[in-house]
């Protein structure tokens, strides 16, 4: 006679690993794209732009934080004949 349960420990284990695996990794692309920040201006001819970040963080001195900072902002203007377009990243 055969026992009945015989190899649901298996494919209990194999359950509650594939979801650990799937949160963890749905998790850091979540966070990835939940951190990034877009900016975005369109304007038409003789137009003045200006994009101004202040990141006011005593973290954001160092070089590697105002590297991942930078990646993860994304600026962007847009604008036709004769327009003025300034951005600014400013760390304090």
């Given at each position: 006679?055969?026992?009945?349960?015989?190899g649901?420990?298996?494919?209990?284990?194999?359950?509650?690993?594939?979801?650990?695996?799937?949160?963890?990794?749905?998790?850091?692309?979540?966070?990835?794209?939940?951190?990034?920040?877009?900016?975005?201006?369109?304007?038409?001819?003789?137009?003045?732009?200006?994009?101004?970040?202040?990141?006011?963080?005593?973290?954001?001195?160092?070089?590697?934080?105002?590297?991942?900072?930078?990646?993860?902002?994304?600026?962007?203007?847009?604008?036709?004949?004769?327009?003025?377009?300034?951005?600014?990243?400013?760390y304090?």
């Amino acid at each position: 006679m055969e026992w009945v349960f015989s190899g649901i420990g298996t494919h209990i284990i194999v359950i509650v690993i594939t979801f650990t695996l799937g949160m963890l990794g749905g998790g850091v692309s979540g966070y990835i794209i939940g951190t990034r920040k877009i900016l975005c201006q369109k304007a038409d001819n003789d137009a003045q732009q200006k994009q101004q970040v202040v990141v006011d963080d005593e973290k954001s001195t160092t070089t590697e934080n105002k590297a991942r900072l930078n990646s993860t902002t994304n600026l962007s203007q847009q604008a036709k004949d004769n327009a003025k377009q300034t951005q600014i990243i400013e760390y304090k």
